[in-house]
């Protein structure tokens, strides 16, 4: 997006053409050295919304975030790890990432979503997310591998990274039938807050 110093790791903003409008939702990895000119900006671009921190309490307390004046910063602890089925098996990993979908359709402002790297547990709950508000497979696998590309040295490795998501969402089919049923069913997100995350990202064009 041209937003923020790339100095915040994985920083970007998540856009999809008729899904998701450019510089609404944001991911990144730890906002804990973030400069003081970077959180003007984000204090900027984030004004009235949310920051949703998925890092354990051990993270965030040895790590914590800069404060930001005028956005809610949240803390939904979910257990850092690249086998992504925890996070379908996993009751509080899907109570938390129910609960950060749920805040973040209600959020008045824009939204940003992270980690410790923001590639894991914020690109699983970011590709929920694209999946709640309609963007395809084919887009999401896209932006899933966007993050920490400069650290894939071969095709392997980029397959191996692919391979992580998609062990996921085939545990959320087998054990839920659906990525539909995982939303609602094993993360309780209600059909409001489907329709409400839908309408908040949805560009004014779309």
Known sequence: SGTVAADIDNFRTVAVPHVIERDTL?????????????????????????????????????????????????????????????????????????????????AKGNVLVHCNLGRDRTGWLVAMLMYAVGADGTDIVKEYMRSNRQRLTNGDRITVQQQWLRNGVNAARDKYGSLDNYLRRGLGVTDDTLAKLKTKFEPDSA
């Open 26 to 106: 944001f991911r990144s990895g730890k906002l804990y050295s973030v400069s003081d000119s970077d959180a003007k900006q984000l204090e900027h671009f984030l004004k009235g919304g949310l920051v949703v921190d998925l890092r354990e309490k051990r993270e965030f307390d040895h790590f914590p975030d800069k404060p930001l004046t005028g956005v809610e910063q949240k803390n939904y602890p979910v257990y850092g790890t690249q086998d992504y089925t925890k996070f379908v098996f996993d009751a509080n990993s899907r109570h938390q990432f129910g609960r950060a979908l749920t805040d973040i359709a209600d």
